[in-house]
Each structure stands twice: as C-alpha cells, then as structure tokens.
C-alpha cells in the first residue's frame, strides 16, 4: 500500500510570503496529524484531524497558520506570512481508525528555508 | 512538559555491538512508542509498550517500560549499519490530548561498519 505523500519536499522562499504544503494520507486512515520538527528536536503536533474535523489544533499559531481537511482525505497547511523562525521539516502523519489507531504513519516531510 | 526525554543525545557503536536508549517521561501514560527517523526522511514506527506490559520484543528489539519510574529502554541486538539513524520515544496524551503523541528530542545513533 501506498505511504503518506507530502508534496513538495523542499520549499525555499523570502520572509512575508506565504507557503503551502499538501499531505495525502494512506487510503482509509480517518486521523490526520500535522507536525512541526526543528532541527535537533523531536515532532511537535501542530493540529489533528478526525476526517474533516480539527480536533486538537491548540498548538497552531492561528495568526498565520491555517489548515483544511476538505472531504476528510487530503490536507493543506498553509503559512502567511512565513517568517524566519518557521524554517522547519513540516511532517504529516497518518492513523487509522479501529484496532492500531494508537500507531502514526509519517510522510518524508517538507522542508522549508525561509530567506 | 509531558515529553519524553531520551538519553543519550548520541551514541556510536560497531556492527554487531548492542544500542541501549533509554526514555523518561512525566506522566501517566496509556502507552509508549518507539520511532525511528533516517536522515532526511520521515518517522517510522518501530514498536508500542501498553501501560500494563513491563516487555515486549520485537525482530531484533527489546522494549522495556517501567512505570514507577516512568522509563522506557530500547534494546537494539547485533546492531547493523542500517540502524543507523535518530530514534525517538513517544508518549500519548490523555484526557483531551488522547492522540496526541509527545516526542523527545531522540539519541542519535551511529553504528560503524
């Protein structure tokens, strides 16, 4: 089967614009994580999805952060404006519903340098 | 911080030496999971311990999680160079946070041909 998809897999762009990045989690996995990882540091979650509802996003800055889950499949996070700290490996992650809904199955990340 | 907090930072062992990390965390937890993240990549799910297991093996693996003292170590066997990578423990939430996992910063491990 088919794992976590992140597109792009590397971004590079100025301060004060804005950037996008895509998941499309494994077919049939209902939970939807995004996480923030710096480097040296471990994933930090930054919202969670139940099909299309965020159910936990107290850790996203919502003054410049946004995230949809439109359909319950694939998500988008997107930054406006990206600022230098946010230079970071943006992590989408994946669960299932049911017996193993405790294991998350991670894309390979992008990467994002903000100039 | 519910984190984990694995030790040590970095470890450097030879091919077919064993890799003892260890974790510590701060509260109660349902379970405890074990991730690995080659360079560049993203994280791959290697093993959970539920609460009310003290052992689990896995392939080349031993996990052990003792909840008094809120730790948890992961036994790597017969180590290969294709160990090498960051390895994270991760702990779940509860209550509202049940499904979140909160991850320590990882011991970095580095097995020499």
């Known amino acids: 089967e088919a794992g976590v998809v992140q597109s792009p897999r590397y971004k590079i762009i100025e301060k004060k614009q804005p950037v996008a990045f895509w998941c499309n989690p494994i077919s049939g996995h209902n939970t939807l994580y995004w996480y923030l990882q710096n480097l040296g540091q471990g994933p930090e979650l930054l919202i969670r999805?139940?099909?299309?509802?965020?159910?936990?996003d107290s850790q996203l800055p919502k003054d410049r952060f946004s995230a949809e889950r439109l359909k319950g499949v694939d998500s988008t996070l997107k930054i406006q404006p990206a600022e230098l700290g946010d230079s970071a490996v943006y992590l989408c992650?994946?669960?299932?519903?049911?017996?193993?809904?405790?294991?998350?199955?991670f894309g390979p990340g992008t990467r994002l340098l903000v100039l | 911080s519910q984190q984990g907090e694995e030790d040590p930072q970095a470890l450097s062992i030879q091919e077919g030496e064993n890799a003892t990390m260890n974790c510590s965390y701060k509260?109660?937890?349902?379970?405890l999971q074990w991730y690995r993240q080659n360079s560049g990549r993203g994280l791959v799910h290697l093993i959970l311990?539920?609460?009310?297991?003290r052992e689990k093996h896995s392939g080349r693996l031993r996990v052990t999680l003792d909840t008094s003292k809120k730790s948890s170590s992961l036994l790597i066997t017969a180590s290969r160079a294709a160990d090498t990578a960051s390895y994270f423990c991760a702990t779940d939430g509860r209550g509202s946070t049940l499904g979140r996992l909160y991850f320590g910063r990882g011991t970095q491990l580095t097995v020499w041909p």
């Open positions: 311990i539920r609460s009310n297991e």
């Open positions: 999805y139940e099909n299309e509802e965020a159910v936990d």
């Open positions: 509260t109660s937890i349902n379970n």
């Open positions: 992650a994946s669960s299932p519903g049911g017996t193993g809904w405790e294991t998350q199955y």
